[in-house]
């Protein structure tokens, strides 16, 4: 009997369609994986079947009954709990406070709360699990994010749910949280309740889930069975069949010059990525690829000075300087496109052309006087050079579309005749017209002479832009690839997960 | 902002001028009177320059209050061993009280406001150590100092220094490129630490110039002197347009408009004949009546 059915729902941020007429349906009893790229609308989904976002249309059916769940709390009362992939505990409050929250009637007594019943509940439901070591009344901050992980799976499992949605956890687990999880996982199942089981980790996937539903770009692209499936396979199921982009550059084969501009030495920051080191060249695009968390976002902030390593340097080769903070940066001709564009990369509340001349003022000024003639022509040039749509260079980025933000967040390094370029997941969020002139813009400035380091998240655009692409896992580069005609997702995906 | 924003405060400084001109039946505008407001003015405006570069950032200084008292006790006590002294040593009070609130607020990232409210306690504290809880009378001669030509000229040449270094130059560009979003400045190359520092270094060295020109200007260092002086400079700016949030929409005119509405304002009331403790009242309804017509509600949601 069904448990789950999902029909046609749709989900669209504010610029991206996140979920197109998704359809699933989840039997009892059955541990169903759900694998895909970043941003494939894995998580988005999940969040819709446990009451966390509403999806714009479509349907779902809880054992046959229309189910549409308006919180967590609701999803929780209707049997469908989650183990969210982010921190899903509350700082501040004890451990137990966390697994009963939103349920603290339960420990009502007068109108106060019994918390030493609370605790002792708290303390019943670890023993279950074999979980010793964790006291109930401890603040939940002074836990490890691995305790942290089990104390959000215990709570999930006290709402003794029919359905359970792992996101993404298994990655903060050692052996024995990972053990403990199966295990329960196994006992649902066998008690006829279900699991969706969402994962990067693809044999684990295979191993322990009786289906697996394949996403991709908020469609799904097939359900299949693990019987007999192999990794390889279901690699090729994420990656799909795709259609030749035309935006992506032309040449097949890497080009540029000898010249080193930017050399990485032996760069960690503990807990992040680990003695990265690589060279930058003249006229490069250089690819950073790797999963969201592997380090490469705070490499991309430490590399322009926002963060001091722990050990390495960073060496601007022609001016032979070391870059140990951003002011250094920017002055040695460094530029940097933030991933988070609207709390990064822009003053919302500024106007156009204070956000693009920004960078550009220690370069306008004379003897401190900044002329306000020379800043509109810096801001209209730039404008019309990337053609920003806009009333004029006075408006607020506020109300600009996510396509031109980018645009005058891109713009700020233009004008400023930065030579190197970091881009954190430069088309990230826009559409395809926007994300074509930004490609333009970068075989333009390569043309020019600059260096770009890309880091992105999506394979298609690494292979479609780069000269390299470094492949990052866990912090740590695995792999160096050259641009060549037939270089695969596939290949790449191999050396990141 | 919108355009009708932008003019309010030009519109309640009139409606302010006219509506008080009527009730003192034109008494608010003799000569004699005027002179008075202008003494008033002078150091509130002075200190609201100051304190425009805090708000630019978004931050806030209440510290200006017990800073004016203790610059002044320190100017009259210097003053006492050589006349000389006392500018110098007032100044010098300004500028370690805003080191101290720069530093802590870049280096120490508690709030600014909790920063200047406890600078705003101690301060006062040591004022009334510094006075014997009583005042400190300054030597005889320093009166000529205070002098029409002399505040006249202070105060248009810092209002023109702090107008370029406002608009026309990375200082007052950077600052409130701060107030519209920290994390992007920073992003953008603005040295956030270095500009929050300089921004209270700013306010303090002016406010301790204000001290100066209070003292010289009532003859002596009081253990009040100042009560209160915080929350005029902050109903002023208000007043005159400054946006809590401070940001691109941060104006010097502010500390100028609004800096004559307050003394305006105080001005017509003693002349209407409101009582003291009723004044205080009216100018706390009159800020929060300033803070919700210039809220920018939809901003604060994406900034803070």
């Keep these: ?497 | 902002m919108s355009g009708i924003k932008k003019i309010i405060p030009y519109i309640g400084l009139v409606l302010i001028i006219v509506i008080f001109g009527a009730l003192t039946q034109g008494k608010l505008l003799t000569f004699r009177n005027l002179k008075l407001i202008f003494n008033q003015a002078v150091v509130l405006i002075i200190a609201c320059g100051g304190v425009t570069f805090v708000m630019s950032q978004g931050s806030l200084d209440l510290s200006q209050g017990s800073l004016l008292g203790i610059s002044g006790a320190m100017a009259a006590t210097f003053a006492a061993m050589n006349t000389a002294l006392a500018l110098p040593m007032a100044l010098l009070t300004g500028i370690a009280v805003g080191l101290i609130n720069g530093s802590l607020l870049a280096f120490f990232k508690i709030p600014s406001f909790i920063i200047t409210l406890c600078m705003l306690f101690t301060l006062r504290g040591l004022t009334v150590i510094a006075t014997h809880s009583g005042s400190i009378p300054i030597p005889f001669e320093m009166f000529g100092l205070d002098s029409y030509q002399i505040k006249v000229t202070l105060l248009v040449a810092i209002l023109v220094i702090a107008y370029y270094f406002f608009n026309y130059t990375r200082i007052g560009k950077g600052m409130r490129a701060i107030g519209s979003g920290e994390v992007s400045a920073r992003y953008s190359g603005v040295p956030v630490e270095r500009m929050k520092i300089l921004a209270y270094l700013i306010s303090g060295v002016l406010c301790g110039l204000c001290g100066w020109l209070n003292v010289v200007r009532t003859g002596a260092a009081d253990s009040k002197t100042g009560l209160l002086f915080e929350l005029d400079i902050l109903t002023a700016l208000v007043l005159g347009g400054m946006p809590l949030t401070g940001g691109s929409s941060a104006k010097l005119q502010s500390a100028i408009i609004g800096g004559l509405m307050l003394a305006i304002l105080s001005n017509g009331m003693v002349l209407v004949g409101i009582k003291a403790e009723l004044q205080q009242a009216v100018k706390g309804v009159i800020f929060l009546l300033a803070v919700y017509l210039s809220f920018e509600r939809e901003s604060v949601v994406l900034i803070k």
């Design chain 1, 1 to 497: 009997m069904s448990l789950l059915r999902v029909e046609d729902i749709n989900k669209t941020f504010v610029t991206t369609r996140a979920l197109r007429d998704v359809t699933l349906n989840i039997q009892e009893g059955e541990i169903r994986g759900l694998v895909g790229e970043n941003g494939s609308g894995k998580s988005t989904l999940a969040s819709i079947i446990s009451g966390i976002i509403y999806p714009d249309n479509g349907k779902m059916f809880k054992h046959e009954k229309p189910y549409n769940p308006r919180s967590l709390l609701d999803a929780n009362s209707s049997k469908i709990s989650i183990i969210v992939q982010e921190m899903g505990t509350i700082d501040g409050l004890t451990v137990a406070a966390n697994i009963f929250l939103g349920e603290e009637k339960l420990f009502k007594k007068f109108g106060f709360l019994n918390t030493s019943n609370m605790n002792k509940s708290s303390m019943k439901v670890f023993q279950r699990f074999g979980i010793d070591n964790i006291k109930p009344d401890t603040d939940i901050s002074s836990l490890s994010f691995e305790e942290r992980k089990l104390v959000e799976f215990a709570k999930a499992l006290y709402v003794g749910p029919d359905l359970l949605i792992v996101d993404e956890t298994t990655a903060a687990l050692s052996q024995h949280g990972r053990e403990i999880l199966f295990g329960e996982l196994e006992r649902l199942k066998s008690s006829n309740r279900s699991v969706i089981f969402i994962s990067h980790d693809l044999g684990e996937v295979i191993d322990h889930c009786d289906n697996v539903t394949v996403m991709k770009d908020g469609e799904i692209v097939d359900t299949v069975s693990t019987q007999d499936l192999k990794e390889s396979s279901l690699k090729e199921l994420m990656v799909g069949r795709e259609l030749q982009q035309t935006y992506y550059r032309e040449d097949t084969e890497a080009f540029y010059s000898d010249e080193v501009v930017l050399r990485v030495s032996d760069l960690t920051l503990e807990g992040s990525y680990y003695d990265i080191s690589f060279v930058l060249h003249r006229g490069e695009i250089l690819g950073i690829g790797g999963l969201t968390n592997c380090g490469m976002h705070l490499l991309g902030k430490t590399l322009f000075g926002l963060e001091s390593p722990s050990s390495g340097t960073i060496e601007v080769v022609e001016r032979n300087k070391r870059i140990t903070n951003y002011v250094e940066a920017i002055a040695n001709g460094l530029g940097y496109l933030p991933k988070n564009r609207d709390q990064e990369g822009l003053m919302l509340l500024s106007s156009i052309k204070e956000n693009i001349c920004l960078p550009s003022l220690s370069k306008m000024q004379r003897n401190t006087f900044i002329s306000p003639r020379k800043e509109r022509g810096f801001a209209e040039s730039g404008a019309r050079q990337l053609s920003i749509k806009m009333s004029s260079i006075n408006q607020f980025c506020l109300y600009l579309s996510g396509g031109n933000k980018q645009k005058v967040a891109l713009t700020k390094w233009l004008v400023r005749d930065s030579d190197i370029l970091i881009l954190d997941c430069p088309t990230r969020g826009i559409d395809v017209a926007v994300k074509a002139s930004i490609y333009n813009l970068m075989q333009e400035l390569k043309d020019k002479g600059k260096a770009i380091i890309m880091i992105s998240e999506e394979l298609q655009e690494l292979i479609g832009v780069s000269d390299r692409i470094v492949v990052l896992k866990d912090g740590r580069i695995k792999k160096v690839f050259s641009r060549r005609k037939d270089l695969t997702e596939e290949e790449i995906i191999h050396f990141m997960i």
